[in-house]
C-alpha cells in the first residue's frame, strides 16, 4: 500500500430482509423478480506502524453507485448500472434493482461510489488487484437471490483518493464522460379557454433510449419549466407526455437535439382528446375538474349499436312519440347541425341502446350538479360555461367567459309539442339521464341575460341538446 493509509467503508457481505422502501429501478418488470438494495457503513484502518490518514472523501459526499451484475455463466444482467443512494441518519440504502430468484448465484463484478459531480469517491476492489487484501472479500462476489426476500449486497470498498483505478483492477474512473447526464429543460402547456393562453400544466413524462426498449425516465413533472436529467449515451430518445383528457404527444429526438435544450425548454403542447360517435362525427373534450366533457353537442343520428334514431319531422307526431327520436332545429340540418348539433327527446337519451360513444354516457343529474359546483355554483357556472363574445349569444351574453373550456352556445329547443322555438341565440338546454318522474325529466339550462346554471324538470318528449361525459 506504499505505507499510506486509505480509509475503508467496510460493507460486510450480507443477505437480509431490509426494512427501508426506496426508489425501484423499473426498467425489468416481472413479478418473478426480487428486489436487490445495496448499502455500507464507513470504518477506518491504519498501517502496521498505526499511523492514521483521513481521507477528504467523505462518506456523506456518496450519491449514487455504478454496478455490474452478471449471471454464473458470465452474461451481463446489468452493466454499469448506476442507482441513486438515500441517506437514512447516516446510513445509506441504495434504490433498489430487480433480479429474478434463482438458484444459481449472481456475481457483482464492479462497485463503485460517485458523489454529486460523478466522481468516483470509493470502489471495491477486485481480486487479484493491488488493493484486494485490504478488503475480506473482494470482487466478484457471489450472491443468491431467493422468492419472497429483499436482498442486501453490502461490499467492502476503499477511498479513491490516494489510488488509481489501476490499484482496484478497473481499466478507468473517467466517469466524467460516461456517466454525466444529458440535462435538459422542459414544460407542458394546456390551453386556457378563459385567458386564450397556453398556460404550464403537470404531466406524465416517460423517455426511452433507442428503440423505445429501455425507460430512462418515468415520472411526473410539474406545471412549471423543470430539469430533467436522462442517462447520456443513446443515439436516439423517444419522449412520450401524457396527462388526463388530452391526447398524448410522442416525439424523437436525436442525442444532439436533446441536448440543446439545456438553455431553452423543450416545449409539448398538448391538445384535448377527441371522440368519435357511430357516424363519424368527431368532437373535442375538455376536462374540467376530475370529469371530462365533450366540447361540442352530441350529432349523431344512430344508437351505438348502429340502429338508427327515428328523425322525426312533423309537428304532431314529435310530441305523440315515446320512444327514442331526434332532430336538426328546425328540421335544417345544413344550417345548424355544425354549430348546435341535434336536439333529441329524453326516450333516446334513456334508451338501453345508448346515444352516447363507447366509453362516454349523457350526465346523470348528480354529474351536472356536479360540473356547477366545480365552476362556484349555479349563480356563476352558467357564464362560466358559455362561450364568450357575441358571435352566437345575444347581447348581453351576461357573465360569459367560457372558463371552463365548456363552450356552451345557444341551441335552443324544440317544445314538446313539435314547437321550435328561440334560435336567436336566447338560450339552450341539454338533457340529464335523470328522470323526475313518469312524465319528466332533469335538465339544465342557460341564458343570454343571465350567468346562472341551474337544472329543472321537464316533459320527456321535449327536444333539448345533448353533452356527453367520460365513463
Not at 390551453?191 to 418515468?218: C, R
Not at 348546435?340 to 341502446?353: C, E, I, P, R, T
Request: glycine share 6%; with cysteine; proline share 3%.
Amino acid at each position: 500500500m506504499k505505507n499510506r493509509i486509505g480509509i475503508i467503508i467496510s460493507l460486510f457481505f450480507l443477505l437480509a430482509i431490509s426494512p427501508y422502501s426506496c426508489k425501484k429501478d423499473d426498467s425489468i418488470d416481472s413479478t418473478l423478480k426480487q428486489d436487490v438494495i445495496f448499502s455500507f457503513e464507513q470504518r477506518e484502518l491504519q498501517t502496521k506502524s498505526a499511523q492514521s490518514l483521513k481521507s477528504n472523501y467523505m462518506k456523506e459526499d456518496s450519491r449514487y453507485i455504478v454496478i455490474t451484475i452478471e449471471k454464473s455463466n458470465g452474461e451481463k444482467v446489468y452493466e454499469s448500472k448506476r442507482l441513486d443512494l438515500y441517506n437514512f441518519g447516516g446510513s445509506f440504502i441504495s434504490q433498489s434493482l430487480s433480479l429474478e430468484a434463482a438458484t444459481n448465484a449472481y456475481k457483482m463484478t464492479e462497485f463503485l461510489v460517485l458523489d454529486a459531480n460523478y466522481k468516483v469517491i470509493f470502489a471495491a476492489p477486485l481480486a487479484g488487484a493491488a488493493l484486494a487484501y485490504l478488503v475480506s472479500n473482494p470482487l466478484p462476489i457471489n450472491f443468491i437471490v431467493s422468492k419472497n426476500q429483499i436482498t442486501k449486497i453490502v461490499p467492502e470498498v476503499l477511498s479513491t483518493e490516494l489510488y488509481t483505478a489501476k490499484d482496484f483492477g478497473y481499466a478507468s474512473f473517467d466517469f466524467n464522460t460516461i456517466m454525466l447526464p444529458i440535462r435538459f429543460l422542459t414544460n407542458v402547456q394546456i390551453y386556457d379557454p378563459s385567458t386564450a393562453n397556453w398556460q404550464p400544466t403537470s404531466a406524465k413524462v416517460i423517455i426511452k433510449g433507442n428503440s423505445g426498449d429501455y425507460t430512462l425516465f418515468n415520472d411526473s413533472i410539474a406545471a412549471m419549466t423543470g430539469i430533467v436529467n436522462v442517462k447520456d449515451g443513446y443515439d436516439n430518445y423517444k419522449i412520450s407526455v401524457s396527462k388526463s383528457g388530452y391526447i398524448t404527444k410522442d416525439t424523437t429526438l436525436t442525442n444532439l437535439q436533446l441536448k440543446s435544450y439545456l438553455n431553452n425548454p423543450l416545449i409539448f403542447l398538448l391538445t384535448n382528446e377527441t371522440v368519435t360517435d357511430i357516424d363519424g362525427n368527431i368532437y373535442n373534450t375538455i376536462k374540467i375538474g376530475t370529469q371530462v366533457w365533450m366540447v361540442e353537442n352530441l350529432k349523431t343520428t344512430k344508437y351505438r349499436n348502429g340502429d338508427p334514431i327515428a328523425n322525426i319531422t312533423y309537428r304532431p307526431a314529435w310530441s305523440d312519440l315515446n320512444s327514442g327520436a331526434y332532430c336538426w332545429y328546425n328540421n335544417d340540418l345544413r344550417t345548424y347541425k355544425s354549430a348546435y348539433g341535434a336536439l333529441y327527446n329524453w326516450f333516446s337519451v334513456s334508451d338501453s341502446m345508448n346515444i352516447a360513444p363507447i366509453g362516454w354516457h349523457v350526465p346523470s343529474e348528480a354529474e351536472w350538479i356536479t360540473l356547477i359546483d366545480y365552476l362556484g355554483g349555479e349563480f356563476v357556472a352558467g357564464g362560466k360555461l358559455k362561450e364568450s363574445g357575441l358571435t352566437h349569444w345575444m347581447n348581453p351574453n351576461a357573465g360569459a367567459t367560457n372558463y371552463s373550456g365548456f363552450t356552451a352556445l345557444p341551441s335552443s329547443f324544440r317544445l314538446f309539442d313539435g314547437t321550435f322555438i328561440w334560435i336567436g341565440g336566447e338560450s339552450s338546454r341539454w338533457w340529464s339521464s335523470t328522470s323526475f318522474d313518469s312524465d319528466n325529466a332533469w335538465y339544465i339550462d342557460l341564458y343570454f341575460n343571465k350567468a346562472y346554471a341551474s337544472l329543472h324538470s321537464w316533459v320527456k318528449q321535449s327536444g333539448f341538446s345533448v353533452r356527453c361525459i367520460r365513463d
